[in-house]
């Protein structure tokens, strides 16, 4: 069956250094890879889509990847700040599908 | 534009109660989804629609029924509340999404419904 796990439920940084986040997926070939932050109480807002001919893409201080290969995409934030600590869901979807697959997220802490 | 607008933001109801959550969105967008979110987990798939008068099964159908007769609203039914069923409800929106471009979706912020 097909199933998408992201690295750890819970990941705590210090400011300033580069948060890296994992999505592994398996029997999934998916178009398509988006990254989405959660704060608590809210729904979840768009970040980041990659597109399965892409490599990396790169929006301010975020980063993601994309290794069709070894079915994993990375999300890195660089020089993080305690205003980056929320919930990540990492999603794929399928050309007209009409609708994505949600990880179950990873909630990231970053300490002053 | 307020985007996508769930209605209520709270629910409790009792056991065998039935109701409708509401969900409607101002960007004429052609797909709406319907998901369920439980504590420390991601966003579950429960019905979803490509187009006005198309609905499909998403992962967790059973207990929920959906229609879609305009663009703009896609309302969630409960039909026999069960403890089972409380949990977060979020409603999404996207642009219709082609071969080439891959449209995100656009979040309400959720009802909040518990079942006792």
């Known amino acids: 069956s097909q199933k998408i796990e992201q690295n750890s439920e819970a990941l705590n940084i210090q400011e300033g250094k580069t948060a890296t986040l994992t999505c592994n997926y398996t029997n999934y070939s998916p178009a398509y890879l988006q990254w989405y932050r959660q704060d608590p109480g809210r729904g979840p807002v768009f970040l980041l889509l990659?597109?399965?001919?892409?490599k990396e893409k790169r929006k301010e201080r975020l980063k993601v990847t994309f290794d069709t290969t070894l079915k994993q995409s990375l999300f890195h934030i660089t020089a993080s700040q305690p205003a980056d600590s929320a919930t990540y869901l990492c999603a794929l979807g399928l050309p007209h599908a009409g609708k994505s697959t949600f990880g179950d997220g990873t909630t990231l802490t970053v300490k002053p | 534009n307020a985007g996508v607008t769930q209605t209520p933001k709270f629910q409790v109801l009792k056991t065998g109660q039935s109701m409708t959550l509401q969900c409607a969105q101002d960007?004429?967008?052609?797909?709406m989804s319907w998901y369920r979110q439980d504590p420390g987990m991601g966003l579950r798939l429960i019905h979803y629609?490509?187009?006005?008068?198309?609905?499909d099964q998403g992962e967790v159908p059973n207990g929920y029924n959906v229609s879609r007769s305009t663009t703009e609203d896609f309302p969630l039914r409960l039909l026999s509340a069960a403890p089972s069923q409380t949990s977060v409800y979020f409603c999404a929106s996207s642009q219709a999404q082609g071969e080439n471009s891959n449209q995100p979706q656009h979040f309400g912020d959720g009802t909040r419904l518990s079942i006792l």
């Open positions: 990659i597109r399965e001919n892409e």
């Open positions: 629609s490509v187009g006005a008068g198309i609905t």
């Open positions: 960007m004429n967008h052609e797909y």
